[in-house]
């Protein structure tokens, strides 16, 4: 025989199943850390955004459009002026930013 018995015999370390699991669960860790837990923040914050938006404020489109709110249809749509006299109906979702807030309607109720 040319393989002796003492080659052939398993001689793993003590706790040697933690051990080698140790490497991808640190990697787990810091993926969660650099990663997930930054895209999560920054969509928390999107969203909020988004729910905030309000008429008069200056937004940016996904596409890319610059334009006004005039009117908050719903939680999922607004109509924002991007020329004079040119208005279209946008997705909240695909607003991908708010430049300058807008001051608040005014009642005229007095």
Known sequence: MFISPAFAQAGGAPGGGFMEFLPLILIAVVFYF???RPQQKRAKE???????????????TAGG???????VESAEEVVVEI????????????????RSKGEPAKDNDN
């Open 46 to 60: 999107h969203s909020a955004m988004v729910a905030a938006v309000r008429r008069g404020d200056k937004v940016v």
């Open 65 to 71: 459009l610059m334009g006004t709110v005039t009117k």
């Open 83 to 98: 020329a004079d006299g040119v208005r279209v109906n946008v997705v909240t979702s695909t607003l991908s930013d708010v």
């Open 34 to 36: 650099l990663l997930i």
